[in-house]
């Protein structure tokens, strides 16, 4: 049995490798001011994820206060239902059909797979995770890693395979200011 060339593996299975279908020499306008969109919108997503757990922990003091202190013996759950509650979010978010949360929506950019596709549940949540994990491991690092390539991804979106871009709306005023 012989190879077939680039499109198997010497396993015997077969795989394609796809292109980058996100081309910042020919389309620049997907990738014009991404890195200051998203911080901004991690700070609206954070505010997002903040609200519900700060409507738990009042509810779960004062349900203390009413029950003597033995309301207060919920506290434990917080801490698992924030990891939850998170992952949810930008798991159903970034899995959605915007392929966005909402700080990204209202910062008008999006997440796709390196190779075009939209984004799923999973591959969303893994991104989280993936962010968190390697935000407190390499602190600020991971953010720099953007200023040295051209599709703008930081360190966690290299590791999870995806491309944080502007979304159609505002690649198409941005191509359109451009030719004005």
């Known amino acids: 049995m012989t190879d077939s060339g680039p499109s198997s593996s010497r396993l015997g299975v077969p795989f394609d490798v796809k292109p980058h279908a996100f081309d910042p020499a020919t389309a620049p306008e997907l990738f014009e001011g991404v890195l200051a969109r998203r911080v901004v919108a991690f700070v609206i997503d954070v505010v997002i994820i903040a609200i519900p757990l700060i409507v738990g922990w009042t509810f779960i003091f004062v349900f203390g206060l009413v029950t003597f202190g033995f309301g207060w013996a919920l506290f434990w759950l917080?801490?698992?239902g924030s990891v939850i509650w998170a992952l949810v979010y930008y798991g159903a978010t970034l899995g959605g059909p915007a392929s966005a949360t909402i700080g990204m929506r209202a910062m008008e950019i999006e997440?796709?797979?390196w190779y075009g596709a939209p984004a799923y549940f999973v591959l969303g949540a893994v991104h989280a995770v993936v962010f968190w994990v390697s935000m407190s491991v390499l602190t600020p690092f991971i953010l720099v890693v953007g200023f040295f390539?051209?599709?703008?991804r930081l360190l966690h979106d290299m590791l999870v395979g995806v491309v944080i871009i502007s979304n159609a709306s505002r690649a198409a005023a941005?191509?359109?200011?451009?030719?004005?």
């Open 111 to 113: 997440m796709r797979t």
């Open 149 to 152: 390539n051209t599709r703008r």
């Open 78 to 80: 917080m801490s698992p």
């Open 174 to 180: 941005l191509r359109a200011r451009v030719i004005l």
